[in-house]
């Protein structure tokens, strides 16, 4: 098989699902991380891979593949070896269940949380004359708005509520779902842990407490997925240890605000 070449960032969740998959199923690749905070997704030269400015992509040969989702999908296609899609029509809609879920849902809404409880202050350590000027590169005006908002207000952001929604509403999902099966689309480890983990491990390292505690199902998966030598694999190697003394500090103010807001919503 040709080699697989990879862009991606540290701790975007789209990536990281992408290289959970990856190394799972123990298939080789070539990284190229970028640098969201530096808008190394805006340079011309990953422009002409993702017009978009999204991570990750898969470059494969001559194929270029965009969106997480569709790039997971594609690796199973591509390669026989340890799949992660359910063999039969019925397990592989449960499994595009939960991606849907991710995809049109969750993802949406973990912008708020990420970004106002832990992204916004590092922007903030930026002049703004620097801010400003990467902010006008964002193509898509919606996301410059919302990004610009959330720099300004953080977790008082008017997209904050909103986003809490959801989650309280995923993490009910998710515990009633793990009540009827050990894993979220049967009693096989599939594309869909690879698709909710990295979000639930936003909520960890965001520093949100009673997310554990509250979901009993959740946290007994939570477990079992970073039990499997993909996870470390999938994170260790890309985000170093000074990253995580930076999130910690911010996320000892940061998180418990968070969840005082989240437990009030789930009240």
């Known amino acids: 098989m040709q080699e697989l070449s990879l862009y991606h960032a540290e701790l975007s969740p789209c990536a990281h699902k992408v290289r959970i998959a990856l190394e799972d199923r123990k298939i ?6 970028i640098d969201l905070m530096q808008k190394e997704n805006l340079r011309p030269d990953y422009l002409k891979l993702n017009p978009k400015g999204l991570v990750p992509t898969l470059v494969h040969g001559d194929d270029v593949v965009t969106e997480s989702t569709v790039i997971c999908e594609y690796l199973e296609d591509v390669v026989e070896d340890r799949p992660l899609m359910p063999s039969s029509p019925s397990g592989r809609a449960r499994v595009r269940y939960w991606t849907k879920w991710v ?25 703004e004359e620097e801010r400003e000027k990467l902010l006008r590169q964002i193509p898509d005006p919606n996301r410059r ?122 009240a």
């Open 28 to 33: 080789p690749f070539e990284s190229h991380q």
């Open 145 to 266: 708005a919302r990004q610009t908002r959330l720099i300004e207000h953080g977790l008082d952001a008017p997209d904050v509520e909103p986003a809490l929604k959801v989650w309280v509403q995923t993490f009910g999902k998710i515990e009633e779902q793990l009540a009827q099966s050990e894993w979220l689309a049967g009693n096989t480890y599939t594309l869909a842990e690879c698709a909710l983990l990295p979000y639930i491990f936003i909520m960890e390292y965001l520093n949100v407490e009673g997310v554990f505690t509250q979901y009993a199902n959740l946290k007994n998966w939570m477990d079992r997925c970073k039990a499997r030598p993909s996870f470390d694999a999938s994170v260790k190697p890309y985000v170093p240890e000074q990253r995580w003394k930076m999130i910690s500090a911010v996320t000892a103010r940061t998180g418990p605000l968070i969840s005082a807001k989240l437990n009030q919503m789930a």
């Open 103 to 127: 995809d049109e849902q969750l993802h949406p809404n973990t912008m708020p949380l990420l970004f106002g409880g832990l992204a916004r202050h590092v922007w903030l350590r930026k002049s």
